[in-house]
């Protein structure tokens, strides 16, 4: 049997590109500089593929960049029209599918779905609004937990899990009924530090950390005021070439 190779080497976006056998996708992208959208991907975190904004293509075919790992040869599209459309059709679906006043949300200016919509300067989607009717669970006391935001990533099924290494997080009902909800046996183990980071895990408003506290970052101050979703990533590439 043949060692396993240190490196394979894949283009992305006609750059020549070395990587480590299993490394996915959109992380080697990043490295180098090349921003891919996510949105239920969390850096270090195992991938789960759900939400398909990732989608590049792969020796032509689409394939999630966050669960695919790379292989000698590859040749990675990031780009095109029909890929930019298809991430801006899955973000107006999820604008739709759900109830997200930005105004009146929390989250603005932290919340990565708001500012991927910038990004791809969405004004209005092409889908008819479906206004569900969603709970608001203000049950728990550490945190906030608003079904009508809830983009089904799973981040905070897959990133809080108590001492014992029982997740906290888990899904409930099936199809439309689909929910997040939080385990009544090992919820009573959240301590305020998993509050905190479920709340910054999720990628928009649907949890809310620290109940009787709100808006405390200013206009102006929040994370995509100061810059765009993916800059960080580009402006790495911008360093290396100059
Ligand atoms: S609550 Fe937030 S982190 Fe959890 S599945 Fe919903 S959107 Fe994702």
Not at 55 to 67: A, Q
Not at 92 to 112: D, Q, T, Y
Not at 205 to 216: I, P, Q, S, T
Request: glycine letters at 6%; proline letters at 7%; charged letters at 30%.
């Amino acid at each position: 049997m043949g060692k396993e190779k240190e490196y394979v080497t894949i283009t992305i976006d006609d750059q020549e590109i070395q990587a480590r056998p299993g490394e996915f996708i959109v992380d080697v992208a990043r490295r180098h500089g090349i921003y891919i959208p996510v949105l239920c991907n969390l850096k270090g975190v195992k991938p789960a593929g759900s939400c398909r904004i990732c989608t590049v293509l792969v020796n032509g075919r689409p394939m999630t960049s966050c669960t695919t790992p790379v292989a000698d040869g590859m040749e990675i599209t990031t780009r095109s029209p029909e890929l930019e459309d298809f991430r801006r059709s899955v973000i107006e679906i999820l604008f739709v599918e759900g109830n997200h006043f930005c105004p009146a949300c929390e989250k603005s200016g932290n919340c990565e779905l708001q500012a991927l919509a910038y990004r791809f300067e969405i004004m209005v989607p092409r889908y008819p609004y479906q206004f569900p009717h969603r709970e608001i669970d203000a049950s728990w006391p550490l945190l906030l937990k608003d079904h009508n935001r809830c983009v089904l990533c799973k981040r905070c099924i897959r990133t809080i899990f108590d001492k014992e290494g029982h997740p906290i997080f888990a899904f409930r009902n099936r199809g439309h009924e689909l929910e997040i909800t939080i385990d009544p046996e090992y919820g009573k183990n959240m301590t305020d530090e998993m509050a905190r980071q479920a709340a910054e895990n999720c990628p928009v408003g649907a949890l809310l950390y620290r109940k009787k506290h709100g808006f405390e970052i200013p206009i102006g101050k929040r994370k995509y005021d100061k810059e765009p979703i993916g800059s960080d990533v580009e402006k790495r590439k911008k360093e290396k070439v100059s």
